[in-house]
C-alpha cells in the first residue's frame, strides 16, 4: 500500500501530525494507499509556500507568455500519463475506465485553453473627464488562492480551478476531498516537470474542519474557490465572508430533464438515462429529475425502463460496464436512505430500487439505476440532491407547468430541454433558474462555456473566459501629465 505525502513547495513533504488516512478503492472496498491527515500546521506551510511564490519567486517576475508556455507542457505531461492518471482515477474513485482516457484528454484541453489565454490579459486606457490625467487599468493576480474540491471529478476540478488561477498568475494550494486526493498530488508532482516553480501549486490532504477550515481561515489567502455541498459551501462562505475574501461556489443541484411531446423521444431517452445514470448519477448536473409532458408520459416511461434494463452495473475497470460503484461508504448509505424516504413518501419504484448484485459486483457499494414515478414535486425526493443512480419521473401539462415544477426548488444548477420546436427551446431556456441549459442534449460539457450555479446552486463561474476573470482584481492607475497641479477633485469618496 503507497503512502503518500502533501506537496508544498515543490516536494512532498510528511504531515505535521505523523498521521494518515486510508483512501478506499470503492470497487474492491479495501484500502489501497494512505494520504496525509494534514492540520494547521500544514496548512501554514503550503500556504506560505504559495504566497512566498507569489512575491519572491521566479513567478512573480514571469512574463505571461512564459506562464502560458508552462501551462501548456503541464497539458503536454497530462497527456504523456492518460493511462496511469485514468487507472488511479478508477481505483481511488470507482470511475469507468471506459470514460476517463476521454476525461483526462479533455483535463490536458482544459490546460492548453487557459495556457493559451494566459498572455492575453488586458488592461485598458479610460477616457477621462479631467484635463491633463491619462487613467489606466490593468487586471492583477487577486494573489494566492485556496481550492476546496469535491470527490466525484478530482483532476478535472483542478484543472478547471487551478488552469485559469496560475494563468492570471495566481499560487494555489489545493484540498481536495479525503476520499480522492491520490491523483492530485500524484498531478502536482508532474507539474514540476513541466518547469512549474516550487510552490506555485501546492497539494495538501486530509480532513475539512481539520485542514479545510484552517486554509478558509488563513490570512494570505485571497480568494476560496470551493466544489462540494450546499452545506459545507455555507460553512465555507462565511468563514470567507469573515475575512472579506471572495468566493466561487460550484454547489449542488436537482436539475430538471424536461421532455416535450414533441421531442424525437429516441433522442430524449439516452439523455434521460445518461443524465441520470452517467458516473452512477454522482454528479452535480445529475438530471434527477424527469419531467415528462403527459400526453406522452407512459409512452415515454416504457421506453425509459427498457433502455434503463440494459444499463450494465459492474467493475469499473471492465470497458464494458456503463454503471461502476458508489464512491464512498457513506455516499452509498445515503442513497440507500433516500430510496426508503422516497418509499415512505408513496412514490412508486418501477426499476431497481435496492443494493446491485451480480456477476463484476463486488465490495458492497454498488446500488442498480433506479426509477420512481408518482413523484410530487414537493416530495424530499424531488427536493433533496441524491447523488446516486435515483430518477424521479414528474408529469406536466404544458410549458408553464413544466417551468413552474422546473424552477420550484432552492438549486439552479443546469436543465436539459428536449423539443422539436425551436421557438419553445429558447423561450423555456430564458424562464429556466439554472446556470447551464442543454437543448436536445444533457451532459454535454465543455471548457469554452461558462459554468456555474444560480440561487442555491452557486457563486460565479469557471471554464471559459470569465473563470480567469475570477482570479483578478482591476487596478486603477492615474497619472498627471499636466505641467500644471490638477485641479482639485471635490467628489467625496
Ligand atoms: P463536501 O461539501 O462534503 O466536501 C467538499 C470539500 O470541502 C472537501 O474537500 C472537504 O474535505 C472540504 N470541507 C469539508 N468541510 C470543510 C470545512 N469546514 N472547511 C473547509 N473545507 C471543508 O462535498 P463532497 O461530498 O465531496 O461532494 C459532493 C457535492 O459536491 C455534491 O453536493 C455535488 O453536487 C457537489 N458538486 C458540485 C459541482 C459543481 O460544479 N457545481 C461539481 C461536483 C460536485
Known amino acids: 500500500m503507497k503512502t503518500y505525502s502533501h506537496w508544498i513547495a515543490g516536494q512532498f513533504q510528511e504531515p505535521a501530525s505523523g498521521e494518515w488516512l486510508d483512501t478506499v478503492d470503492p470497487y474492491q472496498g479495501e484500502p489501497w494507499a494512505k494520504i496525509p491527515k494534514g492540520n494547521a500546521i500544514d496548512a501554514s506551510a503550503a500556504v506560505s509556500a504559495a504566497k512566498t511564490a507569489m512575491t519572491n519567486g521566479p513567478w512573480a517576475t514571469m512574463s505571461a507568455t512564459a506562464r502560458g508556455k508552462i501551462l501548456r507542457r503541464i497539458g503536454d505531461i497530462t497527456l ?30 482544459i490546460w492548453y485553453y487557459y495556457a493559451g489565454l494566459a498572455d492575453k490579459i488586458e488592461g485598458s486606457v479610460m477616457p477621462m473627464e479631467k484635463a491633463g490625467i491619462v487613467g489606466l487599468t490593468s487586471r492583477e493576480p487577486i494573489g494566492v488562492v485556496l481550492a476546496l474540491t469535491a470527490w466525484n471529478a478530482p483532476l478535472n476540478f483542478l484543472a478547471l480551478k487551478c488552469a485559469p488561477a496560475l494563468a492570471a498568475g495566481c499560487s494555489v494550494v489545493i484540498k481536495p476531498s479525503e476520499f480522492s486526493s491520490v491523483s492530485s498530488l500524484e498531478f502536482a508532482a508532474l507539474t514540476k516537470m513541466a518547469g512549474l516553480p516550487d510552490g506555485v501549486l501546492n497539494v495538501v490532504t486530509g480532513l475539512g474542519q481539520d485542514i479545510g477550515a484552517p486554509l478558509v481561515e488563513h490570512p494570505d489567502v485571497s480568494m476560496v474557490t470551493f466544489t462540494g455541498s450546499d452545506a459545507t459551501g455555507a460553512k465555507v462562505y462565511e468563514a470567507a465572508a469573515r475575512h472579506m475574501k471572495r468566493v466561487t461556489m460550484e454547489l449542488g443541484g436537482k436539475s430538471p430533464n424536461i421532455i416535450f411531446e414533441d421531442a424525437d423521444l429516441e433522442l430524449a431517452v439516452a439523455g434521460a438515462i445518461s443524465g441520470i445514470f452517467g458516473g452512477g448519477g454522482q ?41 461502476g460503484p458508489m464512491s464512498t461508504a457513506p455516499q452509498y448509505q445515503k442513497v440507500i436512505n433516500y430510496i426508503d424516504i422516497a418509499r415512505a413518501e408513496g412514490a412508486k419504484c418501477l426499476l431497481g430500487g435496492k443494493p446491485a448484485t451480480g456477476p463484476g459486483i463486488k465490495g458492497g457499494q454498488f446500488i442498480e439505476p433506479t426509477i420512481f414515478t408518482n413523484v410530487s414535486n414537493s416530495m424530499r425526493i424531488a427536493q433533496e440532491e441524491v447523488f446516486g443512480p435515483v430518477l424521479s419521473v414528474i408529469g406536466f401539462e404544458d410549458e408553464a407547468e413544466a417551468i413552474e415544477i422546473a424552477n420550484n426548488t432552492l438549486y439552479g444548477l443546469a436543465a436539459g430541454v428536449w423539443t422539436g420546436n425551436i421557438g419553445r427551446l429558447f423561450r423555456v431556456s430564458k424562464a429556466l433558474e439554472v446556470g447551464t441549459v442543454w437543448g436536445n442534449t444533457y451532459r454535454t460539457y465543455s471548457y469554452m462555456m461558462p459554468f456555474g450555479g444560480m440561487k442555491q446552486s452557486g457563486i460565479g463561474r469557471e471554464s471559459g473566459i470569465e473563470a480567469v476573470n475570477e482570479y483578478l482584481e482591476t487596478k486603477s492607475l492615474m497619472i498627471s501629465i499636466a505641467e500644471t497641479r490638477p485641479e482639485n477633485n471635490f467628489v467625496p469618496r
Open 283 to 323: 454528479m452535480c448536473t445529475a438530471g434527477s429529475r424527469l419531467l415528462v409532458q403527459n400526453s406522452i408520459k407512459d409512452e415515454f416511461t416504457d421506453l425509459l425502463l427498457t433502455a434503463a434494463r440494459s444499463v450494465k452495473v459492474g467493475n469499473p475497470m471492465d470497458a464494458s460496464t456503463q454503471m
Open 80 to 109: 504523456g500519463n492518460i493511462d496511469q492518471l485514468a487507472q488511479m482515477e478508477v481505483r481511488d474513485n470507482g470511475k469507468l475506465l471506459a470514460e476517463m482516457s476521454g476525461a483526462i484528454k479533455n483535463v490536458a484541453e
